[in-house]
C-alpha cells in the first residue's frame, strides 16, 4: 500500500468515518432488500461512498502539512457524486456532446479514482490505467499492429465517464451490488464470531491427526478463503494461530509459512463464494453463478486434497504427531457453540443452489439470518446493547474490506474502456493467436505468463479483469469454451500470490513464521504445483468442469484424485518410508498422466503408479524394518 493510514485520527474524525462507513454499508443492504437503483445511481452512490471513505482512512503521504489536498480531495469526491445524481438522465443524451463542465466532472472522476487506487492498492493498477489512457490519446505513436487513430480527451472522457462502458461499467456494478453483500456478510460472520469458529472446527476436526496444525491451516484457510477471496488477509487472519503451532510441532518455519499462504490462496476459487470472482465472471460472460460454482468444485476439491495429502506426508516424513486432545476444542461442543453461525451459512447456500435465487439476495437474507440466530441462540442472545455493537461493528468493518475491491473495480472500468474504444483486445488476441502459431498449448503459456504478472502486483479479481478482456477472446478463438477460457485466466491470477518472485501471501506468511521470504515462496510454490497444471488439465479434459456425462465426469474425478495423491507424494519424497529420486519421478508421471482425463493417460498413470509401488515394495522386502511399515494415515 503507497500510502499510510492517517497517525493520531481525532475523535471527532474517526465518529465521522464511522458514519460514512455505516452509511456505505446500509445502503447496500437497504438496495439489496428493497430493490437496487438504476445502474448508474447504484454505481455512483457506491462509488461516491468509497471516495469519500478512502480519503478520511488514507492521508495523502505521511506528512500531517498535507491535509488540505486530502481536504480537496474530499470536496471532489462529494462534487462530483451529487453531479451524477443531479444531471444523470440528461448526460447519456448528450454523450456525444458534453459540455464543459462534464468533461471538467468527467476527468475530475477519473482522477479521483486513480488516486484512491493508488492509497488502496499500490501502484501496479495505477499505472496500467495511465498507460491504457496515454495509448488511447497517442494512438497513432505506436508501432506496428498497436498502432490506431488517437482519440481526443474529450472522446477519451466521453467513454470513461458519460457511458457505461468506462468506470460505471459492469465491474463496477457487480462491485457495488453482490461483492459489496457478500463482503458484508464476511464482516457480519467475523463479528459475530465466525473466523473463531472456523479456527475452532478445523481443531476439532483435524487437531488430534498426524501434523494437525497445518490440516487446520488448510480447512479453516479454505472456509474462510472462499468469503475473503484475499490470501494476503486469509494468511494473516487464520496463520496468526495455525503457524506458531505448525512450528512448535517440527515444521520447519518456510514450511509452516507456505502451508498457510497456499490453503489462504485457494480460498478464491473454493466455491460456493470464491471471494469476489465468480460474480465478476457471471457478469463478463453471461453465464449463470451456479455453473460457474458447479464448474469450479472438482478443482477446488484437487487443489485443497494435494495440500491436505501434503501436509500428511510431510509430517509422516519427519514422525510427527497430532496435538493432545486436552489442548483441543470437543467437536460436539463446537459444533453446538456455533449453530447460530452455521445455520446462516446453510441458508445461504440453500438460496443460492436449490432455489437459485440472485447472490445479491442469497447474501442480504443471509445477513438477516444471522443477527436472528446470532441474537436468539448466539453468545449475545437477548442483549441489546451487545447486539447494537456487534451490528455496527460489522457495518464499518464491511464497508472498510470493500474498498480495495471496488477501487480496484473502478480503476479497472477505465481499461475495459479503453480496451473496448481502441480495439486493443482484439489486437492483443491476433497477437497472442500469432505467437502461439495457433497451437493453443502455446496460446494457454503466454495468457498463463500474463495473468501471473498481473497477479503479483493486482489483487486476484482485478488482475482477472484486466486479462479477461484482453486475453480470452484469444484463448475462445482457438476454440476453448467461454467458461473453460476465463476459468483458466482467474486461476492462474488467483495463485499469483503463492508465486515467486513477488509471492506476497507466502511473504505475509513468512513474516509470521519468521522465515525466509524467498524460500517461503519457492516451498508454497512446490506445494502449490497442483494449481499450477489444474488449468491446463480442465483446458484439455472438460469432464474435471463438469462438462461432460456422469460417467466421464465420476472417471475424470477419481483418476484426478489419485493423481493428486501421486503428486503430493512426489512434492514431498514420502511414500510409506522416503523416496529416491528415480521413484519420485515415476510419482510426478503418474500424478501427471493420471490427472489428465483420458483412457490412454489413465492407463499411463497407472502403469508408472504401478511401477512406483513395485519399487517400494522391492526396497521393503530387501531391509524390512517396523518403522517402515507404518500406515499411510493413522
Known sequence: MSTAKAPG??????????IVAVSLSLFQLYTAGFGVLTPVLQRVTHLTFVLVLVFLLFSTTKKARFWWLDAIFLTGAVATGVYMWLTYQTLVFRAGDPTTLDMIMGAATIVLVLEVTRRTTGWPLVIIAVLALVYARYGPYFPGILSHKAYSFERIISQLYLSMEGIWGVTLGVAATMVAL?????????ATGGGKMFIDLAFAIAGRSTGGPAKVAVVSSGLMGTI???????VVTTGTF????????GYDPHVAGAIEAVASSGGAIMPPIMGAGAFVMSEMTGIPYSKICIAAAIPAVLYYLSLFLAVHFEAKRKGMKGLPASELPHLG???????????????????????????????FWGILTLLLTSSTIGPHRFDAKSNLNVILKALEKGARDVLTVSTACATAGII??????????LTFSSIVVEAAGGRLILALALTMVASIILGMGLPPTAAYIVLAAMGAPALIELNVPVLIAHLFIFYFSVFAPITPPVALAAYAGAGI????????GVTAFRLGLVAFLIPYMFTYGPALVALGSVGEITQALITASIGVFCLASAVIGWMLKDLFWFERLFFLGAALALIDPGLQTDLLGLALLGVAFLSLYLRQRKTPKASETREVTE
Open 182 to 190: 457478500f463482503v458484508l456478510f464476511g464482516a457480519f460472520l467475523e
Open 513 to 520: 513464521a519468521e522465515s525466509d521470504p524467498m524460500r517461503t
Open 242 to 249: 495455525t503457524i506458531p503451532l505448525m512450528k512448535r510441532l
Open 228 to 234: 475473503s477471496g484475499s490470501p494476503v488477509a486469509n
Open 9 to 18: 485520527t481525532s475523535r471527532p474524525g474517526t465518529l465521522i468515518i464511522t
Open 333 to 363: 461442543q463446537t459444533l453446538k457453540k456455533s449453530l447460530f453461525l452455521l445455520i446462516p451459512i446453510f441458508v445461504l447456500l440453500y438460496l443460492l443452489v436449490v432455489v437459485q435465487v440472485s447472490p445479491m439476495k442469497a447474501a
Open 416 to 425: 475495459i474502456g479503453v480496451i473496448a474504444q481502441t480495439g486493443i483486445g
